[in-house]
């Protein structure tokens, strides 16, 4: 069996010959492609191109900050949308760590970033020279510290060299974005579609959908385990400087942002395949995951050390893992897969 090699997660078939046979997995792989897959990637090319846009008004003078700040916000959150979506194109040339190096649990990124400013290397200028600069000061954990802790840079005036910096990350970002949505819609989606014996990368229907069902176990546990239970750490110590991009606030909306997007792709590309009773269950578990993540006193930095509000961040987290148990069983047993090894473990 030859699978996409996602970067996220790999998938591996039980031997359920019989369970995937019974499923159209080439319907399935079809509505996920169409209902999730490109537009959310549409979504993210235009929101960076947006990003890139107003990073360069606000450096040349011709915006406020305000505006940059929206447009970082929105571009991550379009991020949210497909960030559990590595394989194909967004792993083509580390395309997903160029727009998101997270995490970086040794802090390269603020020191990358303050050795490029201290120095005023003129890489910054050369948009090809810019793509080759270290992945930790690129992208938008770049952002959230240049934009946003103002010992990487801040809220930089214009026409200085970390408003020219803000330019090139800003701009590297939307080229990112638009190569990943550029090969998905020219060819990659056609892969999927189109498997057999001489697909290079999927020899039937069911391992299409099985990269797919890994993309959402994956992004199920690295919710979980990275944006919720990372900053968690342990009664005792806490480790809030842990949570995803902390600087801009968004530790909980990121984790909510992500549940949804996986609520979508398992609510347009997977439920279809289920019993009445088994998608209802799924749906249940995710709905209330949403209820849940939704509902702790932000921020999520002061949450995990205050022992009366952490209690929040765990609940939302026990509500992640009974998605991740229902889609195991629902989902993994109708199609006769199981979730394999996370790339991402361990960090």
Known sequence: MRLGAGLFGA?????????????DHGALVDRAIEGHVLPGYARLSAETAALSASAEAYCGG????????????AAFDAW????????GPSEADDRAFAI???????????????????SEDPVVDDPAGFSEVSIAARGLFALDALLFDPVSGGASAPGSYPCRLLTAIAGDVA???????????????DLMRAPGPRNPVYASAAEASAELFGALSAGLEATADLRLGRPLGSFDR??????????????QRNAVLSLAALAQLAERAFLPELSPEDAQDVRDAFDR???????????????????????GVEAARAAVRSVQAAAAEKIGGAL????????????
């Open 11 to 23: 998938v591996f078939a039980l031997g359920f010959a019989e369970i995937a046979a019974a499923q």
């Open 62 to 73: 011709e915006a406020a900050f305000e505006a940059v700040e929206t447009a970082y916000h």
């Open 80 to 87: 949210m949308g497909v960030s559990h979506l590595r394989f």
């Open 100 to 118: 998101a190096f997270w995490p970086d649990s040794r802090g390269t990124t603020p020191r990358t970033l303050a050795a490029l400013i201290a």
């Open 175 to 189: 080229f990112g974005a638009a190569a990943i949505e550029r090969d998905w819609a020219a060819g990659y989606a």
């Open 238 to 251: 806490p480790r809030p400087r842990r949570a995803e991009a902390w600087r801009s606030g968004r530790p």
């Open 289 to 311: 995951a949403l209820e849940v993540a939704a509902r702790f006193e932000p921020p999520m930095t002061e949450a995990v050390a205050d022992p009366a509000r952490r209690i």
């Open 336 to 347: 006769g897969l199981s979730a394999g090894f996370n790339a991402l473990d361990g960090d």
